[in-house]
């Protein structure tokens, strides 16, 4: 491998590991083995070599292909042509743009991995993406090269075109697939303006900016919508790892009674001496778990997503309680039956259940009253988790109720989704509740399988 092949290759192996893609050393090695037995004018088979060898998780493929789009760009550019002295950049004239509209018709029509698609759309960009930007400079935008084509308003005109084209097609069929081509443009616009700003700029900056982190990273206190219904796919193996890491915890060990009858057999062939007893099997069990979750408004994502796992654990408990809370507490547990949307259960929640009085977050008032009303809910077979960021306006902490709580269950965790250098700033009481709970950063889903492989 030469030099400058390796020093690009440790690059791009620094820059997955910043955006948040765990590749070891040994895989590193692997990728670069690999780089020696295949072809490198090939840039597709370079790609799936190194996604061969360092991607491990579907939801990883994105951010790879977005950095390895710019540490192994498919064209470099001469860079842009200068104006003349003087003289003002020629107009696009509306039969051009029409002539253009009809080529990128044209082209959505056909194969979206054809060179020509992506070629299309980078000439797109070099005529209609580079515009003023601040402090007297220029730079590269993909929203003037999409507003200029408009490929969205095409779709009538394709759809018609495609289905007396193709005779029998269903309209959804080809209204799917001209979707697919539009954001296949898209895409390639998206990824020839990012190149060509890091041409300008430099990879490594661009890279920071505009590579968003794999989904097991990203914080629960700022997801969005499209996030939550992604992590749903996370969510289920998680919690089926925890109830068998609850479970297990929850075993004195792998003997069971004594089961007289086989024991008595067996002392037959010992003249009735029951030299080797035998045990009967532990019986499987399926622990109880309430889930105590902060739903302010602070905290709303990370109460979304904790929704999320208590429908998981659902099939995985012999019986879940969940409540929430503000500044008191109310049990939602009807309105996360099975089949209801999460989202859906969050509004009917937020309207009907009875979580505030004031609307500040208050845990000690929350902890008085839950032991209160119901303490019936915690037994020796309970494991609770309780989920929220432990701040609570100064009011008073109420840490005997959380104590005798703590104490009830068999188990207690706590789950904070705030940075731990944020613990005990302000009004947090995360270290004196962590002195009677053990607390955890849980700020995604990586730390979250994190806290259920230490539950040993």
Known sequence: MSEPLLDRHVAFVGALRKAGLPVSLAEGLDAARALTVIDLAERETLREAYAATLVKRPQHRPGFDALFDLWFPPVISDGPPEPAPGHAERPVLPNETAELRDRLA????????????????????????????AGNRQSWFSYPVLRALSPQTLIARLL?????ERGGVPETLARTQISRNIRK????VTADVRRRIAEDSGIEKIARTSVPPPIDRVDFLRLTRDELTRLR?????LARRLATRLTA????????RLDVRRTVRA???????????????????RPELVILCDASGSVAAFSHFTLLLTFALREQFTKVRAFAFVDTVDEITAHFRPGVDVLDAVTRMTEEADIVRFGRTDYGHVFTRFAERYADAIGPRTSLLILGDARSNYQAPALDALRRL??????AYWLNPEPRPQWDTGDSLASAYAGIVPMYECRNVAQL????EELT
């Open 406 to 411: 703590a104490g009830e269950a068999r188990h």
């Open 267 to 285: 002392s037959l062939s010992t003249g009735g001496v029951p030299l080797t007893p035998h045990l009967r099997p532990r019986r499987p069990h």
């Open 185 to 188: 443009f898209e895409e390639a």
């Open 160 to 164: 018609d075109a495609m289905l007396a």
């Open 106 to 133: 044209d082209l959505l029509m056909g194969d979206p991995d054809d060179p020509a698609f992506r070629a299309f759309a980078r000439s797109m960009v070099g005529r209609f993406g580079r515009v003023p930007a």
């Open 449 to 452: 399988a994190t806290f259920v």
């Open 233 to 237: 796919r996370e969510v289920h193996p």
């Open 249 to 256: 915890r929850r075993k004195l060990g792998r003997r069971g």
